[in-house]
């Protein structure tokens, strides 16, 4: 079993950054793919970034490749997602998430969650 805990979101202006950081209690992360996903209101969960076990495979959604920047920490039990030049359309819940085996870019193969933390671009 793992344990997700994100931390990280606020109020931002368009052009600004958030860092998210994704904190894991219990087994160790590194058994596991890390992904961020995100939900706007009235749309379907959607795909951010994903980052294999030990790290060295890192896939983005294009709506945010460029801007966003993945990274664990495997000691440490953490995952953070650095977004920079935020736009209003990156507004949503963001998701922190853990999988056995290879990552994905479905939510449905994900087998742990976070609580999920507000992100909200101001225009």
């Known amino acids: 079993q793992v344990q997700l805990v994100e931390s990280g979101g606020g109020l931002v202006q368009a052009g600004g950054s958030l860092r998210l950081s994704c904190a894991a209690s219990?087994?160790?992360?590194?058994?596991?793919?890390m992904g961020w996903f995100r939900q706007a209101p009235g749309k379907e969960r959607s795909f951010v970034a994903r980052?294999?076990?030990?790290?060295?495979?890192?896939r983005y959604a294009d709506v945010v490749k460029g801007r966003f920047t993945i990274s664990r920490d495997n000691a440490k039990k953490t995952v953070t997602l650095q977004m920079n030049s935020l736009k209003p359309e990156d507004t949503a819940v963001y998701y922190c998430?853990?999988?056995?085996?290879?990552?994905?870019?479905?939510?449905?193969?994900?087998?742990?969650w976070g609580q999920g933390t507000q992100v909200t671009v101001s225009s």
């Open positions: 219990g087994r160790t992360i590194s058994s596991y793919a």
């Open positions: 980052i294999s076990l030990g790290g060295a495979l890192i």
């Open positions: 998430a853990a999988k056995g085996g290879s990552g994905s870019d479905s939510y449905a193969s994900y087998d742990y």
